[in-house]
């Protein structure tokens, strides 16, 4: 087949939305969802005189991202104007950087390799642009309609090297950059929402040989899998090209999610057709060596220090940190329910259980969660300290979820608190040995192995509220 022939060169370049309140040359607000073309002015609707002043928040950001990722920030970098005409571009240019960005040379690790060793991708570089606004075909009969809301909205765009061999690894480069830039707190990174777009470039080449074949332009991609699987059919449809002795046309292509299939968009341009220049309006952006060396200080824990850190603390595997910081909301909550209750692997289980299964069940952020890690170390205590048995405290849990009250206070006003009162469970153990007299004639009579089914006999008459180990003694001493 011709996947075994050839081999995946595939090249990143994300453009990421910038979390500022304004945009990148303008106080216009840069909210998502606004009526169109609400949030515009002069500058992004580039009226003649209107000049645009560059967003010192972008900068900070941008500057973040960049260091979170490993890369050199260039002291003197320079705006220039990417010329190209659309019509949501209202301009005929975009304000981005050319062959001084803002950063270069950083990397990810993505994975590790069969025989040891990481596997990294390198980051050609990171700089900053404005977006354009959107063209929306399908909402007025034979007509397009044009939203400049986005335009003028702070981007950075990440640039990879040609470092991924397959649709797999491009995912885990997504994945993994996605969530360090959570991690960093620079972007909302939503391809819902369009504030985390990808576009890929590939090419094939055979097996063994260095040079690069003739690449192509994947755009229109709306989720991480979707990336995976336009990678694979563009990969599939080179091969073909190669098998047939044909040869591959560097073009940009776009991914028809419906059909899973590329269909040409335009013949790709070089960074010639685009006419970069200076922006004669923005003087060159000059970052300090002091201002770089407190940004780098600034830096928040990043997903791989914070699993190392999480399994010497609670002692947890690998996987089960995989879990917890998939978000730094998630690795959050629960680091403050293990260190309130002590109990790492507890939390580990009430949080990948019952509190994803809430957050499931009603599309809520954790952020927002009524269930706060205080709440729910308190209930792990509860269980801990047998004042209410497992199976009470997952109604407990279900009612603090509906109500956002304490564990202590649903679990008395539902009386569920457990009862080590040995009258109380004593009653409850004569109830059950009544109700079932053959098992308690075989149990009585030493069929020990029935011990355990009188209990949960005891434990659902009291509600979970009898103490288990109480329950076990009075039975033990009735059948010895």
């Known amino acids: 087949m011709s996947h075994e022939r050839y081999e995946m060169v595939v090249g990143l ?18 909210d998502f969802g606004a009526p169109p073309n609400v949030n515009t002015c002069p500058v992004c ?13 972008a900068v900070q950001l941008a500057t973040r991202a960049a260091l979170g990722l490993g890369c050199k920030i260039d002291p003197v970098s320079i705006f220039a104007r990417k010329n190209y005409f659309y019509p949501d571009l209202p301009k005929g240019y975009q304000i981005s950087q050319f062959d001084q960005p803002l950063a270069t040379g950083g990397s990810l690790v993505i ?7 990481d596997i990294q991708v390198g980051i050609t570089r990171l700089h900053m642009e404005e977006d354009a606004g959107k063209s929306i075909h399908d909402r007025y009969p034979g007509a397009t309609a044009i939203d400049l809301n986005r335009a003028g909205v702070p981007l950075i765009e990440i640039v990879s090297e040609p470092d991924i061999r ?5 995912g885990s480069y997504l994945r993994t950059l996605k969530q360090i830039l959570q991690y960093l707190d620079v972007s909302d990174v939503s391809m819902e929402e369009g504030s985390l777009r990808v576009d890929a470039n590939i090419s094939v080449r ?26 694979e059919s563009e990969f599939e449809r080179q091969c073909a090209v190669l098998d047939a002795g044909g040869r591959v046309e560097q073009q940009t292509l776009l991914w028809d999610g419906t059909r899973e299939a590329v269909r040409p968009s335009r013949t790709k341009e070089g960074s010639h057709d685009y006419r970069y220049f200076p922006e004669p309006d923005l003087r060159p952006l000059m970052l300090d060596g002091k201002w770089i060396d407190h940004a780098r200080g600034d830096l928040p824990e990043l997903p791989e220090a914070t699993r190392k850190r999480l399994v010497e603390d609670f002692g947890l595997a690998v996987v089960e940190v995989e879990q917890l910081t998939t ?20 939390a580990y289980n009430w949080v990948m259980g019952e509190v994803m299964a809430a957050l499931r069940g009603s599309d809520e952020d954790i952020g927002r969660f009524k269930v706060r890690p205080a709440d729910l170390a308190q209930l792990l205590s509860l269980v801990r300290d047998a004042t209410i048995s497992h199976t009470a405290a997952k109604r407990v849990f279900a009612l603090m979820v509906e109500t956002g009250k304490q564990a202590a206070q649903v679990a008395a006003e539902e009386g569920l608190l457990q009862v080590g009162d040995e009258a109380a469970i004593a009653t409850w153990v004569n109830e059950v040995l009544e109700e079932h007299p053959e098992e308690a004639k075989r149990y009585l009579s030493g069929e020990k192995k029935l011990q355990g089914v009188l209990v949960g006999f005891v434990m659902k008459k009291s509600k979970g509220r009898a103490d288990p180990k109480r329950v076990n003694q009075l039975l033990s001493a009735r059948g010895g």
């Open 13 to 30: 370049e994300v453009h990421v939305q910038l979390k500022t309140r304004t945009k990148a040359f303008c106080g216009c607000s840069t």
């Open 111 to 117: 994975g590790k390799r069969e025989k040891g060793g």
């Open 327 to 346: 978000t730094p909301a998630l690795a959050e909550y629960f680091e403050a329910v293990a260190r309130a209750s002590g109990d790492g692997k507890g």
């Open 166 to 170: 397959s649709a797999a690894g491009a």
């Open 45 to 57: 609707l580039a009226l003649p005189g209107a000049l645009p002043v560059l967003n010192e928040h």
């Open 206 to 231: 055979p097996h063994g040989q260095s040079k690069l074949g003739t690449k192509t332009e994947v755009k229109n991609m709306n989720s991480f899998s979707g990336v995976e699987k336009a990678l």
